[in-house]
């Protein structure tokens, strides 16, 4: 999501539920289920990590095809996931 200076604050809020849906996540975590933890860290702008009681989760957000870090826009990707997820609560639905 761009910055733009004639967005309101509902546009703002579309764009949070937005990114809390697209946080229904999935991982290969052996457990089916759901984590719900906090996001730690960001690989790139669809791979984050989530801390579920002092264990860490490396999470593909599901339905995303973002470019990877080496890859044209991969760093601007990366810096717009981490501005909506970073030190947010997350679940991930993770099937088995």
């Given at each position: 999501?761009?910055?733009?200076?004639?967005?309101?604050?509902?546009?703002?809020?579309?764009?949070?539920?937005?990114?809390?849906?697209?946080?229904?996540?999935?991982?290969s975590?052996?457990?089916?289920?759901?984590?719900?933890?906090?996001?730690?860290?960001?690989?790139?702008?669809?791979?984050?990590?989530?801390?579920?009681?002092?264990?860490?989760?490396?999470?593909?957000?599901?339905?995303?095809?973002?470019?990877?870090?080496?890859?044209?826009?991969?760093?601007?990707?990366?810096?717009?996931?981490?501005?909506?997820?970073?030190?947010?609560?997350?679940a991930?639905?993770?099937?088995?």
């Amino acid at each position: 999501m761009e910055c733009n200076p004639e967005m309101g604050k509902n546009d703002f809020n579309r764009g949070s539920v937005l990114i809390a849906t697209t946080l229904m996540l999935m991982t290969s975590a052996a457990n089916s289920g759901t984590l719900s933890g906090q996001v730690v860290g960001i690989t790139d702008g669809d791979t984050l990590t989530l801390l579920v009681d002092r264990q860490q989760y490396k999470i593909r957000i599901a339905g995303i095809d973002a470019p990877e870090r080496h890859q044209a826009w991969g760093d601007k990707s990366k810096a717009n996931i981490s501005r909506l997820a970073f030190n947010q609560t997350a679940a991930a639905n993770c099937p088995k």
